[in-house]
């Protein structure tokens, strides 16, 4: 973002609204990192407010709004180095891409996908994304698990019309085992669940250390479960 800031910074007269313009919303696309967010929405507020006045994008800039956009960038410098040292640098060694991990759960479900998800199963998935991105390999993979055993205790209850009482993640999964006895008719969606069970037990273990690749393989797991469970969630779904 320094960069475009310093851009803008150094502009000339009669520069055209166009130029500053793709600046702007280079600055704008950084509205969902955490601490510089403001500055982002800010830019867009900005892009907002001058071009208006500029339905011709190459006629140039008034000297009058370019000294305001100066002035306002040099506020937004003022505060990236403010607030720059409290920052902490972290490469993502994750094998998953960063940029997705930072727009977190929403960049790998649709809008149906995510409608499906209660509050605290999105919360649940964010933060997951959000280790993956810091390198909390074993946070991420504890996270995300415990969201897939809500899934299937929703799952349970929709497809049976019972209610849990305090059944653990094993004894829900023989009882739908029960339930479909030909293993022709069972829920594919219940074998996913049933080893990332297997994997929820190995990471319960005090010693156990998450890597980069499982973690990110529990993850992506855990998405195809959502879109799995995805139909028979959403027929229970008030209208």
């Known amino acids: 973002m ?12 009669k520069c055209s609204w166009s130029h500053v313009k793709d600046t702007l ?28 006045d500029y339905p011709d994008a190459s006629k140039p800039l008034s000297a009058i709004d370019i000294g305001y956009i100066k002035e306002t960038t040099a506020e937004w ?12 640098f972290c ?17 790998f479900l649709d809008r149906e996908e995510l409608s499906i998800l209660e509050p605290k199963e999105r919360q649940g998935l964010d933060e997951s994304t ?17 969201t897939a055993e809500s899934l299937l205790r929703r799952w349970y209850k929709n497809k049976t019309d019972k209610d849990l009482k305090r059944q653990r ?51 992506l797991n855990i998405i195809s479960v959502c879109k799995a469970v995805k139909s028979v969630l959403i027929a229970k779904q008030p209208h």
């Open 25 to 52: 919303e280079a600055i704008s696309k950084f509205k969902n990192y955490f601490s510089i967010g403001f500055i982002a929405k800010d830019a867009q507020g900005v892009i907002e407010y001058i071009g208006k």
């Open 77 to 88: 410098i003022g505060s990236v180095f403010e607030i720059s040292d409290k920052w902490v």
């Open 130 to 146: 959000s280790c993956l991105l810091h390198n909390s390999f074993t946070s991420s993979e504890f996270i995300a698990l415990r």
């Open 91 to 107: 490469v993502s060694t994750a094998s998953l891409d960063s940029t997705r991990l930072m727009d977190g759960i929403a960049s």
């Open 169 to 219: 993640w094993g004894d829900i999964l023989n009882e739908l085992n029960d339930i479909y006895p030909k293993i022709s008719e069972r829920p594919k969606e219940l074998y996913l669940l049933d080893y990332l069970r297997l994997r929820r037990n190995e990471i319960d273990h005090p010693d156990a250390v998450s890597t980069p690749d499982e973690a990110s393989a529990t993850f």
């Open 2 to 13: 320094t960069s475009e800031l310093e851009l803008i910074l150094a502009l000339k007269d």
